[in-house]
């Protein structure tokens, strides 16, 4: 197949196996534009926030407008002053947000930043239009974004992606998160939380509470506490190993009773020929020390732990995976990380020699 890098504007990358491409929309994937078109973003936590930020800056900012649904909003709830810009089309001020926010008034920034992460500009074939966002080392658009609007603002609310619990991103300047189980967005279902900043030396950081919707979850520190220490264990294990006893589904599914969990190989479904050094969601793994018969004892315990820190953390200790089960709950997937943590940890408690 041809170089990558040869692949003509919008040519995301399919397969490489089989070379296989398909266009995409490249004006609407390079900008990584998500519209929000629903309110359930406005908690009543989110709205406290906001009514102490108004109280200091009566003025609205949305420095990535689009169809101005949230300054809208916030014009209705608030009765504030609302202006914004967007890079394309003729409703607001022309201006590159990711490079630069005019905002002489200080507004409170409110706004669904673009997301896009790098690898996916590269697999999509936007790279092109989207490196001179990524030359500063972040690896997503919404961080540089956050970037651009921490700089400008001393408020800012942000429609983000709820990985930005578990992100390499500091937060200092963090007041409070809330994640958003509903549908927001007309176009995507990609997983939202809404995150509140304060000015330098007023956020709470890692004590900055965490909320689903508005029900209180605890700190974020709490949150990552539960993901467990990494440990100093020794123990031979290997991922996507096609010939592994044991199997590991780690992605929910849409049905309620299908959870994340470990079970012995021959109670695993999952064709092995299906394995490859990339998967993520379905899989078999090895532990090379681990006597055949404390398989199942270990599998069992092993999901009592990754139970332990789900009902601790109410989930968010694991990343979330597009939509909600029937439930209306939403998915999570089991990072390979925290499963490696999660197994090593069994082994210690459980004793196994």
């Given at each position: 197949?041809?170089?990558?890098?040869?692949?003509?504007?919008?040519?995301?990358?399919?397969?490489?196996?089989?070379?296989?491409?398909?266009?995409?929309?490249?004006?609407?994937?390079?900008?990584?534009?998500?519209?929000?078109?629903?309110?359930?973003?406005?908690?009543?936590?989110?709205?406290?926030?906001?009514?102490?930020?108004?109280?200091?800056?009566?003025?609205?900012?949305?420095?990535?407008?689009?169809?101005?649904?949230?300054?809208?909003?916030?014009?209705?709830?608030?009765?504030?002053?609302?202006?914004?810009?967007?890079?394309?089309?003729?409703?607001?001020?022309?201006?590159?947000?990711?490079?630069?926010?005019?905002n002489?008034?200080?507004?409170?920034?409110?706004?669904?930043?673009?997301?896009?992460?790098?690898?996916?500009?590269?697999?999509?074939?936007?790279?092109s239009?989207?490196?001179?966002?990524?030359?500063?080392?972040?690896?997503?658009?919404?961080?540089?974004?956050?970037?651009?609007?921490?700089?400008?603002?001393?408020?800012?609310?942000?429609?983000?992606?709820?990985?930005f619990?578990?992100?390499?991103?500091?937060?200092?300047?963090?007041?409070?998160?809330?994640?958003i189980?509903?549908?927001?967005?007309?176009?995507?279902?990609?997983?939202?939380?809404?995150?509140?900043?304060?000015?330098?030396?007023?956020?709470?950081?890692?004590?900055?509470?965490?909320?689903?919707?508005?029900?209180?979850?605890?700190?974020?520190?709490?949150?990552?506490?539960?993901?467990?220490?990494?440990?100093?264990?020794?123990?031979?294990?290997?991922?996507?190993?096609?010939?592994?006893?044991?199997?590991?589904?780690?992605?929910?599914?849409?049905?309620?009773?299908?959870?994340?969990?470990?079970?012995?190989?021959?109670?695993?479904?999952?064709?092995?020929?299906?394995?490859?050094v990339?998967s993520?969601?379905?899989?078999?793994?090895?532990?090379?020390?681990?006597?055949?018969?404390?398989?199942?004892?270990?599998?069992?315990?092993?999901?009592?732990?990754?139970?332990?820190?789900?009902?601790e953390?109410?989930?968010?200790?694991?990343?979330?995976?597009?939509?909600?089960?029937?439930?209306?709950?939403?998915?999570?997937?089991?990072?390979y990380?925290?499963?490696?943590?999660?197994?090593?940890?069994?082994?210690?408690?459980?004793?196994?020699?």
């Amino acid at each position: 197949m041809a170089n990558i890098d040869e692949r003509e504007l919008g040519q995301m990358l399919v397969s490489k196996a089989k070379s296989q491409t398909v266009q995409v929309d490249v004006g609407k994937v390079s900008r990584g534009s998500f519209f929000t078109t629903d309110t359930s973003w406005l908690t009543d936590s989110v709205r406290s926030f906001l009514t102490e930020a108004f109280a200091t800056v009566n003025s609205a900012l949305d420095p990535f407008a689009g169809d101005g649904h949230l300054l809208q909003l916030l014009h209705a709830e608030f009765g504030v002053a609302t202006h914004g810009f967007d890079i394309h089309g003729d409703r607001w001020p022309n201006n590159d947000s990711l490079l630069d926010i005019p905002n002489i008034q200080r507004s409170v920034i409110v706004t669904n930043p673009p997301y896009l992460a790098n690898h996916s500009a590269k697999r999509k074939g936007v790279q092109s239009l989207t490196l001179q966002y990524f030359a500063g080392g972040r690896d997503n658009l919404y961080k540089v974004a956050l970037d651009r609007c921490l700089e400008s603002a001393d408020f800012v609310v942000a429609i983000i992606p709820e990985t930005f619990l578990l992100a390499d991103y500091p937060f200092d300047r963090l007041v409070l998160a809330s994640v958003i189980e509903q549908a927001l967005f007309a176009d995507t279902d990609a997983p939202a939380l809404v995150a509140c900043f304060a000015p330098v030396g007023l956020g709470l950081g890692r004590s900055a509470p965490v909320y689903v919707s508005d029900r209180p979850v605890g700190t974020l520190r709490r949150i990552l506490a539960s993901r467990l220490p990494s440990g100093t264990s020794q123990r031979r294990m290997r991922f996507n190993e096609p010939t592994g006893r044991i199997g590991f589904r780690a992605v929910d599914g849409t049905a309620v009773g299908e959870r994340i969990r470990f079970m012995p190989a021959e109670d695993f479904s999952y064709p092995r020929s299906g394995v490859k050094v990339s998967s993520r969601l379905m899989t078999y793994l090895e532990i090379f020390d681990l006597d055949a018969a404390e398989l199942p004892r270990f599998c069992a315990q092993a999901n009592e732990l990754l139970e332990s820190i789900r009902n601790e953390s109410q989930d968010l200790a694991l990343a979330p995976f597009k939509g909600n089960n029937k439930a209306g709950r939403r998915r999570r997937r089991l990072d390979y990380e925290l499963a490696r943590r999660i197994l090593l940890g069994t082994l210690e408690d459980g004793k196994y020699d």
